[in-house]
């Protein structure tokens, strides 16, 4: 079991460029989610899905996709890299019912935008 | 105002000393209070679920939620060497994970 994975684990992009932060979980989570975590701000939610094939927008959507073709995978892409989007990028899935809550952070990707 | 506010330290204490970790807010709708755990360059670890007022302990952790004062602690008794961290709050209205709020998160020191 290995929870949820993240690749690269580091990142340098020029401006302009597109890449593809992957993520993957294995515990049959259907709540994914991408946060960045910024010095100063917090975790900031990009984008989530509910289940397979169901994607919405987080507080900060702007420059980023997703897509979700499977309960296990749920990529980030990065279309025209930004200075703005250096940012350390998490990636999670959880699971709730109406008392209770689990959530289960990937390592995190190091992303550098020049 | 932000919605979460918590004060970033470092706050730094000797081994065996009580940690006690604070996080104010503005909405009234939060019912849902989490305290995450994050050891420096790896992913957050959600640590302690409380949900509404009162208690909730977990060994030398305790959760502790103040909705009249808006305000949410976490107590570490007995604090050590590996409990160095960042420590970050998050709150919500409902149990949406869409809808968690962050604090920018705590950085303790616990000095052998």
């Known amino acids: 079991n290995a929870g949820v994975t993240q690749t690269p684990k580091f990142q340098v992009l020029k401006t302009g460029q597109s890449m593809t932060l992957q993520c993957a979980q294995d515990?049959?989570?259907?709540?994914m989610s991408w946060y960045r975590q910024d010095p100063g701000m917090g975790l900031r939610l990009i984008h989530y899905s509910v289940g397979a094939g169901i994607t919405d927008q987080g507080e900060v959507p702007n420059g980023y996709n997703v897509s979700r073709s499977t309960t296990e995978d749920f990529p980030l892409r990065l279309l025209s890299a930004a200075p703005s989007q250096t940012s350390v990028y998490f990636c999670?899935?959880?699971?709730?019912?109406?008392?209770?809550?689990?959530?289960?952070f990937g390592p995190g990707t190091r992303l550098t935008v020049t | 105002q932000k919605e979460v506010e918590q004060d970033p330290g470092p706050l730094s204490v000797p081994e065996g000393a009580i940690v006690s970790l604070n996080c104010t807010y503005s909405?009234?709708?939060?019912?849902?209070f989490m305290w995450y755990r994050q050891y420096s360059r790896k992913g957050p670890e959600l640590l302690m679920y409380?949900?509404?007022?009162g208690n909730k302990e977990d060994g030398r952790f305790t959760a502790q939620v103040d909705k009249s004062s808006k305000y949410i602690s976490l107590f570490i008794r007995d604090s050590q060497p590996s409990d160095s961290a960042t420590y970050l709050c998050a709150m919500s209205g409902d149990n949406y994970g869409q809808n968690f709020v962050f604090g920018p998160g705590t950085r303790l020191s616990v000095l052998p």
């Open positions: 515990m049959n989570h259907e709540y």
């Open positions: 999670a899935s959880s699971y709730s019912t109406d008392r209770s809550y689990e959530q289960y």
């Open positions: 909405n009234s709708a939060f019912q849902y």
């Open positions: 409380t949900y509404s007022s």
